[in-house]
């Protein structure tokens, strides 16, 4: 048997196999973290882009009704009025409801989204 403190064949081999595992495992783990870095900040984006495309609508939605002194009401059917718009080289679209709340008052919503690539 041969006694392995004093014989030191093969132990460099050993200890480059332990290193590259260690070091293969590292980069396992550093391109996991790179992609969900992309995720989050794509989906940042997109979040982006549809609050400023929700944002147009609404000022959209208050010019037709100011420019109309409060008469304008999307066309009927559908009942909302669709605009396509592009933000940051993004499509998407945004929709405009106008709501009754009686006598002279009415209320304003908003739905928008973006186009899927």
């Known amino acids: 048997m041969k006694n392995f403190t004093k014989d030191s064949d093969g132990i460099a081999l050993i200890i480059i196999i332990f ?14 973290m790179q992609s969900n870095y992309f995720e989050i900040s794509r989906a940042h984006l997109r979040k982006n882009q549809a609050f400023f ?3 147009s609508g609404m000022e959209r939605g208050k010019e037709l009704l100011n420019d109309s002194e409060g008469s304008w009401r ?5 009942g909302y009025l669709r605009e396509y718009m592009t933000v940051g080289g993004a499509r998407g679209h945004y ?6 709340l009686g006598g002279s008052s009415v209320e304003l919503f908003v739905e928008s989204q973006m186009d899927v690539e």
């Open 95 to 100: 929709d405009i409801y106008v709501e009754e």
């Open 74 to 78: 999307p066309p009927d059917p559908p």
């Open 53 to 55: 495309v929700s944002d």
């Open 19 to 32: 290193a590259m595992l260690v070091f293969s495992m590292l980069g396992v783990v550093v391109a996991s």
